[in-house]
């Protein structure tokens, strides 16, 4: 199986690295959207969408990046899901999902920051190797507005209604929370935010506390999206016999 990571990270160590260790026993490569032309979709069995820095509700695309990714990105990402690619997108990567499938991307009011309690709304078969709920770690400004007649919600924390989602009739899922996040990672954008939105009053080492609470979050999420897109490809082969 071939997967495609696209990484959207606006700085220049990118997030692969936080995704790698999920990928093991695959083939993968990685394209940056944002200083390359994606590319064709020829050769890609799975598609991985990594968050970003970039904020879809805003039109923010970053400084100094290739300018348009960011609608070419959703346009793209559009004909994959449309043409059966296994899809998973992470937080900035499901807002993607959310852009081309529902009804589009707004402010979140307040920003969700931390270690939070996510609770599935309906069986799917993504969400069904974690309990409901579970803890997994948050950090975003923008939410997915409404799921629309494409978009399924399949789960949703006190302050974000849709925190994942399928498209209907697609194995394309998003996914609002971190779940590759590293603990040193989360640090930093917890430190961040802090900083950024006071009125959210953040105790760090508080929600540092919960950390632990997601360590089997991203290894279950990762292998069980590789095994439902290894089955799609298995049935899609079946059926041109």
């Not at 997915?144 to 399949?154: D, E, M, R």
């Not at 996914?175 to 603990?183: G, K, L, N, T």
């Not at 009053?201 to 632990?212: I, T």
Request: glycine content about 10%; proline content about 7%.
């Amino acid at each position: 199986m071939r997967v495609l990571l696209v990484d959207n990270y606006l700085d220049p160590a990118g997030g692969t690295h936080n995704f790698a260790p999920h990928l093991s026993g695959v083939e993968w490569r990685h394209t940056r959207p944002t200083r390359e032309a994606l590319p064709a979709l020829d050769g890609v069995d799975a598609i991985l969408m990594t968050g970003s820095g970039a904020n879809l509700a805003d039109g923010y695309e970053g400084v100094d990046m290739r300018p348009g990714w960011t609608g070419e990105l959703v346009d793209w990402t559009r004909r994959a899901v449309l043409a059966g690619i296994p899809t998973l997108g992470v937080c900035f990567g499901h807002q993607v999902l959310g852009a081309a499938f529902g009804e589009g991307v707004a402010k979140a009011k307040p920003p969700e920051v931390g270690y939070v309690e996510i609770r599935a709304l309906a069986p799917d078969p993504l969400l069904l190797v974690l309990p409901s709920p579970f803890t997994c770690f948050v950090s975003h400004e923008d939410e997915v507005i409404g799921p629309g007649p494409a978009i399924q919600v399949i789960a949703s924390s006190a302050l974000c209604k849709v925190q994942a989602l399928r498209v209907r009739g697609q194995p394309a899922w998003g996914i609002q929370f971190h779940a590759e996040m590293s603990q040193a990672e989360g640090i930093e954008l917890l430190k961040y935010r802090a900083e950024k939105h006071p009125e959210l009053g953040l105790d760090v080492d508080s929600e540092l506390a919960k950390a632990h609470l997601m360590a089997q979050v991203g290894p279950k999420i990762f292998s069980r999206f590789l095994e439902l897109a290894q089955e799609h490809i298995a049935a899609a082969a079946s059926s041109r016999v």
